[in-house]
């Protein structure tokens, strides 16, 4: 409550005064590029890294299922990275992307390319986090998905067999989508709300550059409230974030509801 409450005024930190500025924080951030950018830019980034991850995520929890004695090993090695510290992966990833001591630099001087540095080029900086993020998250979503596909019992299979059903494209389009639909979703909810929520990528590795190709709404509210001080701003900004993810939030708890109530 005290967020929104400054969100309409033009308090600023370390001030003692403040007065009642309406919606005059609201209209000038949607009159900011920068902020309309970093609205742009958080959209973009979680249509790269959602669906990716969700598609991945379903593949990989299909053959880890089918991979016999080794399921718990490879289930293990895919979820590592969403269970690393996230600031300590980000600085490996920055040494693996290094154009010139890096991973990268050196792939690159095999082929002949010219390394440049991707995290510096306002083309390549927000996809290269949106890899990261996908890298980080897909154990995850492995995990979520070898629960739905877990719960399908054997005999739906041999009974869409006796159907009819017994290609591998027959089988997922007709009995395993139909009864992991409900997990998609859940997942997609859940990986939407994470990648609203970026911040450390853009924090360690690029701080919102190059020329603000991966400014985001998290970082651009750290800023606003952390190195300019403009509290009104970030307040402002944080109701919008808010907004964003709390609608997500009443979507996945009205479908939790529907499917209570169903069942």
């Known amino acids: 409550m005290a967020v929104l409450f400054l969100s309409f005024t033009d308090w600023q930190l370390g001030e003692t005064a403040f007065r009642i500025t309406g919606l005059e924080n609201y209209l000038t951030l949607f009159s900011d590029e920068l ?38 090993l490879y289930q293990t090695i895919y979820f590592l990275p969403f269970m690393g510290t996230a600031v300590a992966m980000l600085i490996v990833w920055e040494f693996v992307l290094h154009p010139t001591i890096g991973v990268w630099g050196m792939i690159a001087q095999w082929f002949n390319l010219d390394p440049v540095n991707l995290l510096r080029n306002e083309h390549t900086a927000l996809p290269i986090l949106a890899l990261i993020s996908i890298w980080q998250n897909v154990g995850f979503a492995i995990v979520l998905f070898m629960a739905g596909l877990s719960g399908i019992p054997e005999e739906m299979y041999e009974a869409g067999a006796l159907d009819g059903a017994d290609g591998v494209f027959s089988k997922f389009s007709l009995i395993t989508w139909p009864l992991i639909s409900h997990v998609t979703f859940f997942v997609f909810i859940l990986l939407t709300v994470h990648s609203f929520q970026i911040f450390e990528s853009v924090a360690v590795l690029t701080k919102g550059g190059p020329n603000d190709a991966t400014e985001v709404l998290t970082y651009t509210m750290y800023k606003e409230g952390f190195d300019y001080f403009r509290t009104n701003i970030a307040s402002a900004i944080t109701v919008v974030f808010l907004t964003g993810v709390g609608a997500l939030v009443l979507i996945k708890a009205a479908w939790l509801e529907k499917k209570v109530h169903y069942q």
């Open 35 to 72: 902020f309309l950018r970093s609205m742009r830019n958080t959209a973009f980034y979680i249509v790269m890294t959602v669906p990716t991850t969700l598609i991945f995520g379903l593949v990989g929890a299909m053959l880890i299922l089918q991979s016999g004695a080794m399921r718990k």
